[in-house]
């Protein structure tokens, strides 16, 4: 039976402002409100997790990089912010990805370029093609598209490492990482993917610090940068992952969960923490013969029944998975505004 | 009131033989047993903590180096091990650091070198020395003693990132903690405290995969990378650090707990779960009138209540601080055996 659950905080009116977003904004659009009170038996108060909206959310964010983007158009005639998105290959699941990223790169006026190169391409070649997109003063964010669909054998180590750091806009090079987990947090980019959780944390208005936040996943994109974004944040971090044996036990004391798991449904709501801040970062197609497609997109959180005791939740689809593509076009402005303002001269 | 804890595990028999230990070794040298019975009222029998001693590991790792490195010299006639342990200005505490590392060197067998700077060296001398050193291909590890004793402005962060990743046997670059905390171990240099922390945890033979560990700390030097490692070797593990609000609570979950949180005698002996394996990296000084110098050294861990309630406990001193030395030694001497291996010819 689902119970009462309370916010116990005020949402923060000042990391809102600092992003442009109104408070009314944050309420109406970003939050959506599904208190669905229920008259049950010894009138205990049934009601449902506010469902935190990527989509909405991540819609504010474009909108305000737009506007930022104009801004540095005023200031400096004829600027565009400019990306580069390198695939190795032709795979229809990073088309896909690809073509998302271009949209809302147009859509907010950044410059994206996409550099196809063929799946024979060699390892030097990619370098060769780093390397140089690196010396170009017009670009100011390079992502290489994971995974490399070559017949060549290409270490994506190497190639990962080989993006210079001021234009590794999806933060997954070695420094960026290094900094990130040390907590050096205004010299590097953030994963977008954790970055974009964070965000979504914060429209809760739950405050981080003094939390007990439990991630569960440890990989390099969601896992390992969730934990130290949270952990700089001040939270208390628990890191679970395929080895942890008592995993309901570790969840239930979360008061913010944030899964990255990569398995269907695996967190159940009766694991949950009553009002805990549930982040879903799952992506998931399981069978549904109710759907023409025959099959249907599920997060990693068992979303009817953690609906039901969770404070607050993202849905799948519609929660992590649009936040991503915003928090690299934030990447993107946030390096072109560095490179314009080491540019200019000293006062 | 002390109770029995049992240790469920065997120890590490295979861990031991590939560092050239042998279980009796390991038993009657590394870990000192004190089960010390008592009989007390309902015949409960009271025993306590058995000591894990830093003072004994760290002369087998130093031993065991020691053959390394005249093996080395057996293969290429002449060949040692270099370090450089360069320092600005003249603190005590460097100094006195400084000549523990000197006389391990000396000891093993490494050719180490103390370059001395004065402290009105400026930043852009250091790098040059850095830089100089970096080329130099006798030497195979270069640490810079901090925190830097100078009178110019000198940014430490720049200069620990100036040494180049294959010589930095501290572990301390953004490259190393990158690849240390995405999970790389075995393409990076570990920080010494941390790494002799996990020496230190096989040396009781609990194995780690799967155990709640709990750190206190996150600095660069032992909290986050000591996180790292115990993630990478398949633990749960928690970080709670100043902001965490349940301190008591969260270390009483722990299996191994760690802490580097520099406040003398902070974790209480009722806060830990029985058995649990504690180590203790605290080095802090405090009033003591029974002593001639009016002071002693003790742990960030209340021994004397701990030491009842855990499995294993380090002592303060004796326990980590001997091993951080041990583990620079052992960075150094696989720096060494790196740089000769990629200098060999391939068959």
Redesign the interface.
């Known amino acids: 039976m689902s119970v009462v659950w309370s916010v116990g905080e005020t949402r923060s009116k000042h990391q809102a402002a600092r992003r442009g977003l109104s408070p009314s904004d944050m309420f109406s659009l970003a939050v959506t409100s599904h208190h669905l009170w229920s008259s049950c038996c010894q009138q205990i108060r049934c009601y449902m997790a506010t469902v935190v909206s990527g989509s909405k959310t991540s819609r504010l964010v474009r909108e305000r990089l737009k506007l930022q983007v104009e801004e540095m158009r005023g200031h400096f005639s004829g600027f565009r912010p400019g990306l580069v998105v390198l695939q190795v290959g032709d795979r229809d699941d990073s088309n896909l990805y690809i073509s998302s990223k271009l949209r809302a790169a147009a859509e907010i006026g950044i410059e994206a370029k996409h550099l196809r190169l063929p799946n024979t391409t060699t390892q030097e070649e990619v370098l060769q093609h780093i390397l140089s997109i690196n010396e170009n003063p017009l670009v100011h964010g390079l992502i290489v598209q994971l995974p490399l669909d070559s017949v060549t054998s290409i270490d994506s ?1 190497l190639i990962t490492n080989a993006v210079c750091p001021e234009k590794d806009v999806d933060g997954l ?12 947090l205004d010299h590097c980019f953030i994963p977008c993917t954790p970055s974009g959780c964070m965000e979504l944390i914060r429209q809760t208005g739950v405050s981080v ?2 939390k ?1 936040a439990v991630v569960i996943g ?1 990989s ?1 994109i969601v896992g ?1 940068p969730m934990h ?1 974004l949270l ?1 700089w944040n ?8 395929s ?4 995993l309901p036990e ?1 969840v239930g004391r979360a008061d913010i969960l944030v899964v990255g798991a990569g398995r269907a449904e695996m967190v159940r709501g009766e694991w949950l923490k009553e009002g805990v801040v549930v982040i879903d970062c799952g992506i998931n197609h399981i069978a549904d013969e109710t759907k023409a497609s025959g099959k249907r997109v599920v997060g990693d959180v068992h979303y009817a029944s953690a609906n039901q005791r969770a404070g607050f939740i993202t849905p799948v689809p519609g929660g992590v998975g649009p936040m991503t593509v915003a928090m690299l076009m934030e990447n993107t402005v946030q390096s072109a505004q560095h490179f314009v303002m080491k540019d200019q001269p000293r006062k």
Chains 1, 2 share one sequence.
Do not use: W
């Open positions: 180590e090079s070695c420094i960026n990482a290094g900094k990130l987990s040390r907590g050096d610090g003094g007990h440890r390099k390992a130290d952990l001040h939270a208390t971090v628990t890191t679970c992952h080895k942890t044996l008592d570790q």
